[in-house]
């Protein structure tokens, strides 16, 4: 668990840099000229908008991990996400642009999150106690606690399945280079932090999970890179295919493996929902907020941007992804036996 907070920290400010470098110079492209009517956006137009909420998701996400899965780290990363997006319609409505206001952004926003960290640090000094088990607890010296574990299951979870939607991220043109280059370096994003939660929350760190944890990586980047491959509107199945492999890794980093050897039938159950549950969830929250809540209008008004054409939908895919994300972590962030149990 010592690489945890690093890597956590390291990856919660590349979310930072990445959100940034979204917000001034790949949002602009996505803000269409001129008032009248027949010029309004159509569907995926704030693509940009999407890839940096997804962004901003990230960095508590890499806070969870910075914890280690302590509540104490995760109810106010969970505050800061929230500031941070009522922060970003307020920035998107100022219309920043250039490599000056990249930087300017950029290091603003890696010192809230240094100062959001420092707070953190200070109050677990203060009010942490000895968490080491003793003989009694039955657990191995180092082992995460298991509603700790259930919080960094839950993280790579959603992870996982954002990783899906920046991996599918479409535009109305879908011709445009920032778009390719925006969604994969998200979804790249995206799935170091699911594999580093999944294995902060594995029992323990050893050689055949690190290897599991490299495999699993290197696999789901180059299923990235098939779905951005593949024509728009024919990116169904290899999305599909990501999100099993990569939510049923998830699985297996993070769930006990009791005799040193997985419950192989446990994670053939966790693959057939993870083939299944992402795009049954992804469609079940996209319906209604296309039908009867406009969030996505509602986000693309507060930042002064044109709305999208009544012929057609202001999808917010982000958010989906996040509802759908936390109905990935309610099946699957059960890394112990006894939490696998309850589901009976």
Same mark, same amino acid.
């Given at each position: 668990?010592?690489? +945890?907070?690093?890597?956590?920290?390291?990856?919660?400010?590349?979310?930072?840099?990445?959100?940034?470098?979204? =917000?001034?110079?790949?949002?602009?492209?996505?803000?269409?000229?001129?008032?009248?009517?027949?010029?309004?956006? !159509?569907?995926?137009?704030?693509?940009?908008?999407?890839?940096?909420?997804?962004?901003? =998701?990230?960095?508590?996400?890499?806070?969870? *991990?910075?914890?280690?899965?302590?509540?104490?780290?995760?109810?106010?990363?969970?505050?800061?996400?929230?500031?941070?997006?009522?922060? &970003?319609?307020?920035?998107?409505?100022? &219309?920043?642009?250039?490599?000056? @206001?990249?930087?300017?952004?950029?290091? @603003?926003?890696?010192?809230?999150?240094?100062?959001?960290?420092?707070? *953190?640090?200070?109050?677990?000094?203060?009010?942490?106690?000895?968490?080491?088990?003793?003989?009694?607890?039955?657990?191995?010296?180092? /082992?995460?606690?298991?509603?700790?574990?259930?919080?960094?299951?839950?993280?790579?979870?959603?992870?996982? #399945?954002? /990783?899906?939607?920046?991996?599918?991220?479409?535009?109305?043109? &879908?011709?445009?280079?920032?778009?390719?280059?925006?969604?994969?370096? /998200?979804?790249?994003?995206?799935?170091?932090?699911?594999?580093?939660?999944?294995?902060?929350?594995?029992?323990?760190?050893?050689?055949?999970?690190?290897?599991?944890?490299?495999?699993?990586?290197?696999?789901?980047?180059?299923?990235?890179?098939?779905?951005?491959?593949?024509?728009?509107?024919?990116?169904?199945?290899?999305?599909?295919?990501?999100?099993?492999?990569?939510?049923? !890794?998830?699985?297996?980093?993070?769930? &006990?493996?009791?005799?040193?050897?997985?419950?192989?039938?446990?994670?053939?159950?966790?693959?057939?929902?993870?083939?299944?549950?992402?795009? #049954?969830?992804?469609?079940?929250?996209?319906?209604?907020?296309?039908?009867?809540?406009?969030?996505? %209008?509602?986000?693309?008004?507060?930042?002064?941007?044109?709305?999208?054409? +009544?012929?057609?939908?202001? *999808?917010? %895919?982000?958010?989906?992804?996040?509802?759908?994300?936390?109905?990935?972590?309610?099946?699957?962030?059960?890394?112990?036996?006894?939490?696998?149990?309850?589901?009976?």
């Amino acid at each position: 668990m010592r690489f +945890a907070r690093p890597v956590g920290l390291l990856l919660s400010a590349a979310a930072v840099v990445l959100w940034a470098y979204g =917000m001034t110079t790949w949002q602009p492209l996505t803000e269409p000229l001129g008032p009248w009517s027949e010029h309004l956006p !159509g569907n995926n137009t704030y693509w940009a908008r999407d890839l940096r909420f997804m962004a901003i =998701m990230a960095v508590p996400l890499g806070l969870v *991990l910075a914890g280690r899965g302590l509540m104490r780290w995760g109810g106010p990363a969970v505050v800061l996400g929230g500031c941070w997006v009522a922060a &970003d319609v307020a920035i998107d409505r100022a &219309d920043p642009i250039g490599s000056d @206001a990249t930087v300017l952004l950029a290091v @603003a926003g890696c010192a809230v999150l240094g100062v959001v960290t420092a707070l *953190l640090l200070w109050w677990e000094r203060r009010t942490l106690p000895a968490r080491e088990p003793g003989t009694s607890s039955g657990r191995e010296r180092g /082992t995460p606690p298991a509603s700790d574990r259930r919080v960094l299951t839950g993280a790579a979870c959603v992870a996982g #399945v954002l /990783t899906l939607v920046a991996a599918a991220m479409e535009s109305p043109t &879908d011709r445009e280079p920032e778009l390719n280059q925006g969604a994969l370096v /998200t979804a790249a994003l995206l799935v170091a932090v699911a594999v580093g939660a999944a294995l902060a929350a594995a029992p323990a760190r050893t050689r055949v999970r690190v290897g599991l944890a490299v495999g699993l990586t290197v696999v789901a980047l180059l299923g990235v890179g098939l779905v951005r491959a593949t024509a728009p509107g024919t990116r169904l199945l290899p999305e599909v295919a990501l999100g099993a492999v990569l939510l049923t !890794g998830v699985t297996l980093l993070a769930w &006990d493996w009791p005799g040193g050897r997985p419950i192989w039938w446990h994670h053939a159950l966790a693959a057939l929902i993870a083939l299944v549950g992402p795009v #049954v969830f992804l469609v079940a929250t996209a319906i209604p907020m296309m039908i009867m809540m406009p969030v996505g %209008a509602t986000f693309t008004a507060l930042a002064g941007n044109s709305p999208i054409h +009544a012929a057609d939908s202001d *999808l917010l %895919a982000s958010l989906a992804g996040l509802l759908s994300g936390l109905g990935m972590a309610v099946l699957l962030a059960r890394p112990s036996v006894e939490d696998r149990r309850q589901l009976r």
